[in-house]
């Protein structure tokens, strides 16, 4: 497949689209576009950068050679043997496959030292990147269209900008609306977004390299968490796959990566901004937390443990959580993975308001080999 150098053309008054074209492609998309404001057309780079790592993954699954019929970062280029080794690692149906390039550039601009980006979706791990980073140190919050809202698409993405949006606006940051037709690549199980959403939103960084220098990624896991697994999440590899995403022009470093969950939970409780944007849910439907959602359920029993919830009273329904707080934290117990077993510890360690029965029970029920109709029932009844 070819991927030419990008194509910048106004759509309308308030926007325009910069488009990659594609030869010899085995996708439908005749190229790959992103949309963005026409205020914000200055910080647009001109390098094939941004195609490239959007389109990787999907290039490998296809076993499919890559041609860049543009200019790209040499420095990225030297690193593409890593990250290819990287994410086959995690996937192995993946192919390693060869890429080429016209012209490979060093660094393209200059511009002031420490104009820093950063996604913000008004969840946990945004909030608590700006929280330790300082708004006010911020250049640009990066609101994007890349797959994360699913088959629901344009709506819950224009639903949710203008939720976020309020926030940003209270924090004094401008929020950069960037759309694309990027998750039409992204078409079978193993490319599902929660498994690479790390490289879909670093593209974006990419695509805007001509106007900043810094881009901070807010890791959702910790440090002790780094591994290689056989079909995660790729956020496992970012302490490592993060810096290799970098250019000449820009540092594309994680954040968070010494913070758990569980303390960046904490940690944003003293952010006054999250009481009213807190948004961590993964229902398509609701245009709120819908508080059921397991991302919700976690977040509130951790609220609920630091003795918190008052704060967030308007973005979930704490009635919900207490008619459900047994079956919540026998999930929780019988979870074994870091984000659950670390709320868990603290209710063990600090005799929280939690009683410490509703973990006996869990305990008990967890080595139980029961049927799971009788044993939902039997958490039902407690």
């Not at 990250?83 to 012209?103: D, G, K, M, N, W």
């Not at 944003?268 to 397991?294: G, K, M, R």
């Not at 934290?329 to 209710?347: C, H, N, R, T």
Request: with cysteine; charged share 20%.
């Amino acid at each position: 497949m070819i991927i030419h150098a990008p194509e910048i053309q106004q759509v309308d008054a308030e926007q325009c689209q910069i488009s990659f074209k594609l030869s010899d492609s085995p996708f439908t998309e005749s190229s790959l576009t992103y949309y963005v404001s026409l205020q914000q057309q200055q910080l647009l780079s001109e390098s094939v950068d941004c195609a490239l790592i959007a389109l990787l993954m999907p290039c490998m699954a296809a076993n499919e050679p890559i041609i860049l019929n543009g200019h790209l970062s040499r420095r990225l280029f030297t690193c593409l043997p890593t990250i290819q080794a990287l994410l086959r690692s995690v996937y192995s149906e993946l192919t390693i496959i060869p890429i080429t390039a016209e012209r490979l550039i060093g660094a393209s601009k200059e511009i002031k030292n420490n104009t820093i980006a950063t996604g913000f979706s008004g969840g946990v791990d945004s909030f608590a990147t700006v929280a330790d980073i300082k708004a006010e140190n911020i250049e640009y919050f990066l609101f994007n269209n890349v797959g994360s809202h699913g088959e629901a698409g344009e709506r819950l993405f224009e639903q949710r900008y203008n939720f976020v949006s309020k926030c940003a606006v209270q924090l004094k940051t401008p929020l950069l609306k960037i759309n694309s037709n990027l998750d039409l690549f992204y078409d079978n199980g193993m490319l599902n977004f929660i498994y690479n959403h790390t490289l879909r939103n670093v593209s974006v960084a990419l695509l805007i390299q001509q106007g900043i220098n810094q881009f901070y990624y807010a890791s959702a896991y910790h440090l002790s968490d780094f591994q290689f697994y056989n079909r995660p999440t790729i956020a496992h590899l970012d302490p490592m796959l993060l810096p290799l995403l970098s250019t000449e022009n820009i540092a594309v470093l994680p954040h968070g990566t010494l913070l758990t969950r569980f303390t960046k939970t904490q940690l944003i409780t003293a952010f006054p901004e999250s009481y009213q944007y807190l948004d961590v849910c993964v229902d398509e439907e609701s245009e709120n937390n819908c508080s059921n959602c397991y991302k919700c359920r976690r977040t509130m029993a951790t609220l609920d443990i630091l003795g918190k919830r008052e704060l967030y009273k308007d973005v979930f329904d704490f009635s919900l959580y207490d008619k459900k707080k047994f079956n919540i934290f026998y999930e929780l117990y019988s979870d074994k993975a870091p984000m659950a077993q670390e709320i868990i510890d603290f209710v063990r360690e600090n005799n929280s308001s939690i009683s410490l029965h509703i973990l006996f029970l869990s305990r008990v029920l967890s080595k139980l080999k029961l049927p799971y109709r009788i044993r939902q029932r039997l958490i039902g009844r407690v």
